[in-house]
């Protein structure tokens, strides 16, 4: 795409990310809304962190519920993931989530990547290691 390697992206975000070279914090609720292209099709919001760089760029991890129809009047609600970048205005988003209408591998291979680099800005920030460690203390 352009010569944009997203899962390049995520593979260092998430090295950098496990090496605390890069720090992740929930998104502001004010600001939720605006960290997702608002032509984007989601019911809710879910987890949602952001992490700044040296230039004041902003990159947003996080997963919303989309509304998917099986039949006229029969859905589910499917949880995806989506990737933002923008800066801390929040003007300019650009929003990356998987692409339906490729049968592309990257966009498997992306989905996978940024559920992954999710889950371990979650398990970071709710300090789950010591939890567990002392969990029964």
């Known amino acids: 795409m352009i010569g944009i390697d997203l ?3 995520l593979e260092k975000a998430e090295k950098a990310t496990l090496n605390g070279e890069m720090h992740w914090e929930p ?4 600001a939720r809304k605006r960290l997702i292209q608002p032509e984007i099709n989601y019911e809710r919001l879910n987890n949602i962190y952001i992490s700044t760089n ?4 902003l990159v947003a991890v996080g997963s919303y519920d989309e509304k998917k ?12 993931y989506f990737l933002s970048f923008t800066n801390k205005g929040y003007q300019d988003v650009l929003t990356f989530i998987r692409d339906e209408s ?3 591998n990257l966009s498997v291979d992306f989905q996978i990547k940024l559920g992954k680099l999710l889950r371990i800005v979650q398990i970071q920030s ?3 290691k010591e939890n567990i460690d002392t969990w029964f203390n």
Request: proline content about 3%; charged content about 30%.
């Open 7 to 9: 899962v390049d992206f």
């Open 27 to 30: 998104a502001p609720t004010g």
């Open 54 to 57: 040296s230039n004041g760029k």
């Open 69 to 80: 129809y099986y039949d006229v009047d029969e859905y589910n609600f499917e949880n995806e």
């Open 102 to 104: 490729t049968d592309d």
């Open 126 to 128: 709710t300090n789950l």
